[in-house]
């Protein structure tokens, strides 16, 4: 079976610091899919990244960093210089490879960033 | 850009209540997903569709049934709402071109049943 752990519940930051949202996932399939969406205070969550498993190259997006182990079965989530619109709700994903299978979501981690 | 509509953002109902949650997308997605929100819980499945007419359930099926009669549409019905059917629900769709596609989400509904 599937599963993701998001290991912390809530995270605060002060605005300015680069904070790391930890992933970890198990899964038997040797193809699968990971996703990070953000949801912030309006309640739609909002796609970031979707990456394949044999992709582990790391991903960089403006301030938005993901660190892709295949060893560890993580995928961490780091946000440089952080800032107040930062804060959300982050949740983590795992999927199977075919097509019409659903997500399986991780609890979530709750960032608050302090101006 | 991608749009999935929920047919309402709040919601209150009597317990006993039969509730219609709709969903609308409007990218010509096969999948489409109806999952529900709790805090400490995450998100969790209640049921998804891959095509018209179909339907599989998902992790907590109980207590809810859908309904797809158009691709764009997918309806979440609570047949006699409870009390522990307060949530939030949100609706996903996605498009299946065989492999696993992004899911792009609803605004979700804040459902309360007193």
């Known amino acids: 079976a599937q599963k993701v752990t998001q290991a912390q519940t809530e995270i605060s930051v002060v605005e300015k610091e680069d904070v790391t949202l930890d992933c970890v996932y198990e899964t038997r399939d040797t193809t699968y899919y990971l996703f990070w969406y953000k949801q912030p205070p309006s309640g739609e969550l909002v796609f970031l990244i979707r990456?394949?498993?044999?992709?582990?190259q790391n991903e960089i997006s403006g301030r938005y960093s993901w660190n892709f182990q295949k060893s560890t079965s993580s995928f961490n989530f780091t946000i440089t210089a952080s800032q107040v619109v930062d804060s959300a709700v982050y949740f983590c994903?795992?999927?199977?490879?075919?097509?019409?299978?659903?997500?399986?979501f991780g609890k979530g981690t709750r960032l608050s960033v302090i101006a | 850009d991608v749009k999935v509509t929920q047919s309402s953002r709040y919601l209150v109902k009597r317990t006993g209540e039969k509730v219609f949650l709709e969903c609308v997308q409007d990218?010509?997605?096969?999948?489409m997903f109806w999952y529900r929100q709790d805090p400490g819980l995450g998100l969790r499945l209640i049921y998804f569709s891959y095509d018209v007419k179909m339907k599989e359930k998902g992790d907590i099926p109980e207590g809810y049934s859908v309904s797809r009669e158009k691709k764009e549409r997918f309806s979440l019905i609570l047949e006699s709402a409870s009390t522990n059917q307060t949530s939030m629900y949100l609706c996903?769709?996605?498009?299946?071109?065989?492999?696993?596609?992004?899911?792009?989400f609803g605004p979700g509904t804040r459902l309360l049943v007193l």
């Open positions: 990218m010509d997605h096969e999948n």
């Open positions: 996903a769709s996605s498009p299946n071109s065989g492999q696993q596609e992004t899911q792009y």
């Open positions: 994903a795992l999927s199977e490879e075919e097509g019409n299978t659903p997500l399986v």
């Open positions: 990456r394949n498993s044999f992709d582990e």
